[in-house]
C-alpha cells in the first residue's frame, strides 16, 4: 500500500532542530503546544459571529477571559507538555502577544485578537515547510507574531527548513455574506446553506486556516468551509505541486471550521468520521478505492462544551497520535478512549478539557515540528498531480 515518492523527505536522525512532517501519525519527536496566557474573547466580527451558536453564553460579550480561567487553562498545558516530554518529545511554546491591542488595518478595525492556544489553526508543517495560514477571522490576523521567535530559530538551526506564509488577506466586508450577520440563524438553515455549500466566506480572495488540512503523506485533504474557501484551497494546491489536495466537505455540521472534530486518522488506512458529519458518498471513494477503513467515531462523553467555548462536544474525537499505535485522548472523554483502546491502540489520558474554551482539544493545542517517517503515497491507484 505504502509508496515511498521522493518529496523532499529528510532523514531520521534528529540533531538541533529538524523541522519535517508528513502526515499525523508517524512518531512524534518535537511539537508545539499553545498557551492561554492573555486570551480574549474576540469582538464581533462577521466571520467569528457565524461560528457561535444564537444561544452561545459568548453572544454579546468579549474581553479577556478571566485570570482563573487562564490560569487553570496554563496549568493544564503545561501538564500536557511535561507529559509529552516524558516520553521523549521536545516542546517549544508560543510567546504571547498583547492580545487587547486593536488592530487596524487600511482594510478593517478590530478591538481586540484572540489569543495563541490553537497552534494547530495558524501553522501547517508539509514536509520541511512551515507555512502560516491566511487565518480568515480578523482578530486573529496578527496570530503569526506569536510563533515567529520559534519559526526564525528553526530557519537558523535547519539549514533546509522552509518558512513560508501566505499571502496575507485584506479581510474586507467583500470577504464575508451578509446573511450569516443574522443573529437569529436556525440551525436547520445553517445545515441547508452548508449541504449548499454556502458558507460565511465567499470567494473574494483565498483564506484557509491551518486546521482545515490533513496531512496523509502525498495526499492533503482539505475542508472547504468557514473559514477555508476554494481560493484558498487552488492556493495549497498551486503551493505544493507535489501533492494531490483534496476538497472536502462534511454537509452535517451547521458550523464547519477545522477538520480535526470531524475527520481523524488514526494510522494508514484508519480514520474517525464523526457520525453527525459523515463525508458524502463520492468523496468516500479515494478511501474506499485504497481500502481505507472510515469508522463512525464513539459519542463524546459530554452533553454540552464546556462555558464559554466555541466549539461543539466533539472535541472528544480531537485526539493527538503520538505514533501509528498510541494515541493521546482527553481524561474525561471516556467513550472515545474505550473505542480507540478496542481498535488496539495505546490511549494515554490527558487532562484538557478545562482549556478546550482556548480553542479546542489535543490536536488543536499543537502544532507538529518533526515526525519520523518521509512523504508516501497511501492512495496510490490515484492519478499523479
Ligand atoms: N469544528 C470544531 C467543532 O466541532 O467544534
Known sequence: MEDTVNCHANGDAVQGTVVSSWNEWDPLKH?????????????????????VPEDSDMR??????????IDRGNELLDRFSAQLEQRGIKVDRPIPIDFSQPITTPDFHTDAQFG??????????????????????????????????????YWEEDPNFRHE????????????????????????????????????????????????????????????GFTTNLKGIEWLRRHFPDHRVHAVNFPG?????????????????LLLNNPQRRLPDEQRQMFEDSDWQ??????PAHNSPPPLCYSSTWLSMNVLVLDPKTVCVEKTEVYQADQI????????????????AFGGGLHCSTADVYREGHCEDYFPHLEDC
Not at 508545539?32 to 474576540?42: D, K, L, M, Q
Not at 497552534?119 to 496570530?143: H, K, Q
Not at 472510515?294 to 459519542?299: C, R, S, T
Open 253 to 269: 455540521d451547521p458550523y464547519p471550521i477545522h477538520i480535526d472534530a470531524t475527520f481523524t486518522p488514526l494510522r494508514p488506512g
Open 31 to 51: 511539537v508545539i503546544v499553545g498557551r492561554a496566557t492573555g486570551s480574549h474573547i474576540p469582538p464581533p466580527e462577521p466571520a467569528l459571529d457565524a461560528k
Open 116 to 153: 495563541c492556544m490553537p497552534p494547530r489553526d495558524v501553522l501547517l508543517t508539509v514536509g520541511n515547510e512551515i507555512v502560516e495560514a491566511t487565518m480568515s477571522y480578523r482578530c486573529r490576523w496578527f496570530e503569526y507574531l506569536c510563533y515567529r521567535p520559534l519559526l526564525q530559530r
Open 341 to 356: 483502546d478496542k481498535l488496539g491502540f495505546e490511549v494515554v489520558e490527558v487532562e484538557l478539557r478545562d482549556a478546550y
Open 60 to 69: 454579546g460579550m468579549w474581553g479577556q477571559r478571566t485570570q482563573d480561567s
Open 294 to 299: 472510515i469508522l463512525d467515531a464513539a459519542q
Open 165 to 224: 506564509a501566505a499571502p496575507k488577506p485584506r479581510l474586507t466586508d467583500a470577504d464575508y455574506r451578509p446573511d450569516y450577520l443574522d443573529v437569529r440563524i436556525s440551525v436547520q438553515q445553517r445545515l441547508e446553506w452548508t449541504s449548499q455549500k454556502y458558507f460565511v466566506t465567499t470567494e473574494h480572495e483565498p483564506l484557509f486556516d491551518a486546521a482545515d488540512v490533513l496531512r496523509l503523506g502525498r495526499d492533503l485533504v482539505v475542508q472547504h
